[in-house]
């Protein structure tokens, strides 16, 4: 659920932004009428904005953390140097499958490598550096994903965490329910961390952009 004013807001800056077509259209619209969880995909303007950061960042090498059909992933690599490639791990095995299938049709299954099972499991078998994580993944795994990746970004490397401001609930004088107390904790985790700089984009359902100092 969104605040109707975050709705509008969000509405206008879809009608004024350039929005993700061919391949990644259909397969959003494909997502949306068979996927009984279509809601958890990142919309289209997200999708558009994820390329744009990209294309701004240039990062050779990305981990996200939840792929689920890979929308996202589809869009970052749209806006990554031609080097680039991304690993994305997925708890879900059908979610894996039916991304791994996208990944092929839009033709970039050399450079977009994905993992199924749980991030806490995989990510400290990955011997990797990376220029930008993006972290979309169950919210109560939000500070473990944290702590885990932080350590294999590169200095000055980047943390995009979705869903900081869970549907407004953060702000909430009592905060309930298990996913918007662990984004709270999040949220606090990260502003108490020396290690790293962060700023909250209030839009949708909040974005933070978390440097490594
Ligand atoms: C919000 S969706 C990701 C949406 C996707 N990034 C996009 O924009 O289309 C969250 C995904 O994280 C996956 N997930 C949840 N817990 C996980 C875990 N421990 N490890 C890996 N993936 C996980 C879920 O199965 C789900 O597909």
């Known amino acids: 659920m ?28 494909n997502v949306m009428e068979n996927h009984p969880h279509a809601h958890l995909m990142s919309d289209a303007w997200q999708g558009k904005w994820l390329e744009m950061v990209c294309r701004m960042i240039k990062p050779v090498h990305v981990l ?8 996202s992933a589809l869009n970052m690599i749209a806006g990554m140097p031609s080097e680039g490639f991304i690993d994305t791990i997925e708890l879900r095995q059908a979610d894996a499958d039916t991304a791994a299938s996208y990944f092929k049709s839009a033709g970039v299954e050399q450079r977009i490598n994905i993992h199924c099972g749980d991030a806490r499991e995989i990510i400290p078998q990955m011997n990797m550096e990376w220029d930008l994580v993006f972290l979309d993944a169950d919210k109560v795994g939000y500070i473990d994903y944290y702590e885990l990746t932080l350590p294999k970004l590169k200095k000055g490397g980047w943390i995009l965490a ?18 918007a107390k662990a984004i709270q904790a999040f949220n606090e985790h990260v502003a108490a961390d020396p290690r790293t700089e962060q700023v909250i984009i209030p839009i949708r359902d909040g974005i933070m952009f978390i440097q490594k100092l």
Do not use: W
């Open 2 to 29: 969104m605040l109707q004013e975050e709705s509008d807001l969000a509405k206008y800056c879809s009608r004024y932004s350039t929005l993700p077509d061919g391949f990644l259209l259909k397969m959003s619209e």
């Open 64 to 71: 996200e953390i939840g792929t689920f059909t890979g929308f």
């Open 162 to 179: 979705d869903n900081v401001l869970f549907h407004g609930q953060v702000l909430k004088d009592e905060i309930s329910g298990k996913n």
